[in-house]
């Protein structure tokens, strides 16, 4: 938007255009640029603030509320989350990326309910995530998001192991890498360990990330408990990311497989410390989230005083979050 809003501005001058009305519909947006840049830092309680400053009516308040979405899923608030996304759907159904969001917020809290209401949501799941697709089949996060769920959910809500193949042949054409990824978790769902190995590798030579796909090598290898593999490939994914400043959540994410794993505390501090010293933070990888879960390590390594400092930090941060929250 902002490169079109400057070629707006040049031909207006050239042609002796009226200015003042493209400057008030950059000024009606900067608000939005500015939650949204709160979002990818981490900076949960200014983004939130933001958002309950600005008027409730008004062509941006479908934005509004996909952002409001995007801070409360990241605080792992689902009903809030699922209620903002919601709403953005109502306000502009034609938007992929809201039906997308709107479909994790719901697949979460489907992880929490009943037996009951987790059958509701996941039908709701499943059609938000296909309503993403058909509205822009390019979104390959959308579709890898489909074929997740239809690796793990019964037939009865929409899902199927069979369904998820014929999403992988779609995501091939757009992103050769989260192919191979689903054929991993087909192949997983399977029990064939071999193949899922495979494909998972062949991701990491298929990305242009390789980072990112290393981590979810390393996860794969967790879940397996084959722990020098998992660092190996850790330790891999943290030198890539050292060369890819595109792939600094892999930072994030690779500490997190050993924060789970409870294996080598002193790298993942090490990784989230770098993680959050650099400038390519993400709202899929909290900085929030990042500091808590930094807390826990140092308290492992008996560093009490940074622990505290690091549960400040996150604080600071999102006062609604708690450093327990960091294993979500």
């Not at 493209?22 to 603030?49: M, W, Y």
Request: overall charge neutral; hydrophobic content about 45%.
């Amino acid at each position: 938007m902002q490169s079109f809003l400057q070629v707006v501005r040049v031909v207006a001058v050239l042609l002796g255009a009226a200015v003042p009305a493209v400057a008030s519909t950059q000024a009606a947006r900067q608000p939005l640029t500015e939650i949204n840049t709160d979002l990818q830092a981490g900076e949960a309680d200014k983004a939130l603030a933001l958002i309950g400053s600005l008027p409730q009516g008004g062509s941006n308040i479908a934005q509004a509320k996909f952002l409001e979405c995007r801070v409360r899923y990241a605080l792992g608030q689902w009903s809030a989350a699922a209620s903002a996304c919601g709403r953005a759907v109502e306000l502009d159904g034609q938007n992929s990326s809201y039906h997308m969001w709107y479909g994790r917020a719901l697949g979460e809290r489907a992880s929490d309910a009943s037996f009951l209401s987790a059958f509701s949501l996941g039908k709701q799941v499943h059609q938000q995530f296909e309503t993403a697709v058909e509205l822009d089949p390019r979104n390959a996060e959308a579709l890898s998001d489909l074929g997740s769920f239809d690796v793990e959910a019964p037939g009865i809500v929409g899902g199927g192991v069979d369904k998820a193949g014929q999403v992988a042949s779609q995501l091939e054409k757009l992103d050769e890498a989260r192919a191979h990824q689903l054929r991993a978790e087909i192949a997983s769902n399977r029990k064939d360990y071999a193949t899922a190995e495979r494909e998972l590798k062949t991701a990491v030579a298929a990305s242009a990330h390789p980072a990112l796909q290393l981590t979810v090598l390393a996860n794969f290898y967790r879940h397996r408990k084959e722990w020098d593999q998992m660092e190996a490939a850790v330790r891999s994914a943290q030198s890539a990311a050292a060369r890819d400043r595109f792939a600094s959540v892999a930072l994030y994410d690779g500490a997190g497989v050993l924060y789970e794993a409870r294996r080598n505390p002193a790298l993942a501090v090490k990784m989230l410390q770098d993680y959050l010293a650099g400038s390519s933070k993400s709202d899929e990888a909290p900085a929030f989230v990042a500091y808590g879960r930094l807390a826990d390590l140092q308290r492992q390594l008996g560093n009490s005083a940074e622990a505290q400092r690091d549960e400040a930090a996150a604080r600071a941060l999102a006062h609604e979050f708690r450093p327990k929250d960091a294993r979500h």
